[in-house]
């Protein structure tokens, strides 16, 4: 049933009842070496060998007396390796010995200690967990493995194990002092991640803001609130401050498919398209099968085939992510500004003509929302050719066609009559 621990107390009893019961020694021996503790099974070995065993008995008292003997050496080498700093060398001893002594819970715990040397946590993690179920009462363990947790960023499983510490001692002071932190820290990111669902970006980032005031020294929470921040700058539609913020994630962490695709996001409220395909394209070198990088480099190549032609939102001075009331105000002010009328000379009543219809084509596709929407994607829904079906557009509008037409009539404080000969 794999419960070493349970059967050793009966062993003894038998031997305690029958000295010379060498089955029952050599059965205690194999599991004191897998315990690691080499002094009481070489004593076994040796006490099996002196009891008249049988010869299948003697060649496997020998056998294991020989290896017991081998783990003592290594076990020295480990020792002094660890103890000149030569981690890299004390791993390969301690590797040699557990896979003999595998339930021996304090080399576990100093290969752990090596691997933090090394820098590499979640194998020291391993070798703590199989600690703490290997040692009753592992506190240490614990506190270990939840503080190596914290340091990688993942302030869930360090809460979680910072818990199992406090249930063996409620009392431990690291281990409580260490639990207040995580725990502040986890509500903080629990807050944040709900603002951010509910679409509160402000807030969520005032919360991030918050994780990195909080826990300055692990860098891991900085570049994660740092990414978390950037998301919600570009779904805010601040794109200065996302592509800002976007660029410090990715000087650290060039591969960070998150801050790419964001401040791709980011770059298509700016126009500029070339630098959003650029993000697009190194994302989905990391993430092909990602349906929202597809999609977003879909869009940025069809927003760039349409920048070079007409541009509603240049048409109009706005931006990409103006409001209703700024396209209708921005609007007013430009018709009044190119009315033909205001024009004599022929040349520029033909000019003014121009514009005036470019003016009033963006003002009804930017003023429909299932019609801005088109635009967006990166689709004219005035233009012929990109109407799928091709023909002739209803949209398309001559001068003729605007006659009589008053712009300022929704509700505004203009009216402007207009006369054509």
């Known amino acids: 049933m794999g419960k070493s621990k349970a059967a050793l107390p009966d062993l003894t009893k038998v ?35 002196k009891s008249n065993p049988s010869e299948n008995e003697e060649k496997e008292a020998q056998s294991q007396l020989r290896k017991a003997d081998e783990m003592q050496h290594l076990r020295s080498q480990a020792l002094y390796a660890f103890e000149s700093a030569d981690y890299t060398a004390a791993i390969t001893f301690l590797d040699k010995i557990l896979e003999v002594c595998v339930w021996d819970a304090e080399l576990r715990e100093l290969r752990a200690e090596c691997f933090i040397k090394e820098g590499e946590p979640r194998k020291a993690i391993s070798d703590l967990k199989a600690a703490s179920k ?4 592992n506190t240490e363990a614990f506190y270990k493995i939840s503080i190596l947790y914290y340091q990688l960023g993942d302030h869930e499983l360090s809460l979680s194990e910072v818990r199992e510490c406090l249930k063996l001692d409620q009392d431990h002071k690291r281990c409580f002092a260490h639990y207040k932190q995580v725990k502040k820290l986890n509500k903080l990111i629990e807050s944040a991640e709900e603002l951010i669902r509910d679409g509160r970006y402000a807030d969520a980032t005032s919360k991030y803001e918050s994780v990195m005031k909080t826990e300055p020294s692990v860098s891991e929470y900085s570049i994660r609130s740092k990414e978390r921040i950037c998301h919600c700058f570009s779904k805010d539609e601040k794109p ?56 977003g480099l879909e869009k940025a190549h069809r927003l760039l085939k349409q920048s070079q032609k007409r541009d509603y939102y240049k048409i109009l001075g706005v931006k990409r992510n103006a409001k209703k009331q700024e396209i209708i105000k921005a609007y007013r002010k430009l018709a009044m500004q190119w009315h033909p009328d205001n024009f004599q000379n022929e ?75």
């Open 240 to 295: 200065v401050e996302a592509i800002r913020i976007c660029s410090e994630v990715l000087q650290i962490e060039p591969d960070n498919v998150n801050a790419l695709r964001d401040r791709a996001e980011a770059y298509l409220i700016e126009e500029m398209y070339d630098e959003a395909i650029q993000d697009y394209e190194t994302a989905q070198e990391h993430n092909e099968n990602d349906q929202q990088i597809r999609e």
């Open 15 to 49: 031997i305690e009842l029958k000295m010379d019961f060498t089955a029952a020694r050599l059965q205690r021996g194999h599991l004191l070496l897998k315990q690691g503790k080499l002094d009481e099974a070489e004593d076994d070995f040796k006490k099996v060998l």
């Open 134 to 137: 290997l040692k009753n009462d």
């Open 347 to 421: 040349e520029e009543k033909k000019k003014a003509e121009k514009k005036f219809i470019d003016i009033a084509a963006a003002k009804e596709v930017l003023s429909d929302p299932e019609m801005r929407k088109k635009f967006d994607d990166g689709e004219d829904p005035l233009d012929a050719e990109s109407q799928q079906g091709g023909g002739g557009n209803p949209f398309h509008r001559s001068w003729n066609s605007w006659q009589g037409f008053n712009p300022f009539s929704s509700g505004g404080p203009f009216r402007f009559k207009f006369h054509f000969n």
